[in-house]
């Protein structure tokens, strides 16, 4: 593993570069973007798990902390999922571009708010495969009753307070110029999608507009009994082995 920092916006952004051995030529890789108010570990060290084993079938991983979380210069405070996207893309040329990468085999995943995040991005960079944990689709199509509880509550307090982070203004603002599946729908190459059964931000009538959005090219796999965060130890295994595969495959 190498750290590897990658410029943005007047920022760095601070991520580790998982290689596999040397193999004469450049590996394929895969560019992992975690959630929000998270980093590039993930939930469980995931990531970290998830990286170490596709190194070992010969595909790097690259993890990274969007700006404003965990290592990365930035303000939480400026977070908006436009600004995530474009550095997603500015990390999948600076990934394409390493000497060890080879840049036309690249994959993207991300969960919750990286997972729309990655939606996003491979609709504006060729990607070989898209992989979507928990994908948080509701976070820019909130329905009217959300959306006006965070409104008032950012005109009370400045904020509306997340499970103890910030979503302030800009966020809303931004958000209102997305749309999660039409903005997506550039990208035509095959999916993985991977879901809680209690999931409370990915309910049946978004996981229905991600059916509709890549249609056959979308390997649907719905967790029983675990939410948002896959939260057993059989849950995150099972994720992490669904994921190597997939990635590996279609490297």
Known sequence: ????????????????????????????????????????????????RLADRLAERGVAAYRFDFAGCGDSDGDFADLTVSDQVSQAVAILDAVGGHPAVDGERISLLGMSLGGLTASLAAAERPVRSLALWAPAAAAVAMDEAAARRRADAIAEHGYDDFGGLPVHRRFTDDAEHIDPFADAAA??????????????????????????AYGERLDLHVFEGVGHGFETVPARERLIRLTEDFVARHA
């Open 1 to 48: 593993m190498e750290l590897l920092d990658i410029r943005h916006g007047g920022r760095t952004i601070r991520g580790a570069l998982h290689l596999p051995p040397p193999a004469g030529s450049p590996a394929p890789a895969l560019v992992l973007c975690h959630g929000f108010g998270g980093n590039r570990a993930e939930f469980g060290y995931t990531f970290v």
């Open 187 to 212: 990208y035509a190459g095959p999916v993985l999608l991977a879901v809680g059964s209690d999931d409370f931000v990915l309910g049946p009538d978004l996981l229905d507009r991600y059916r509709g």
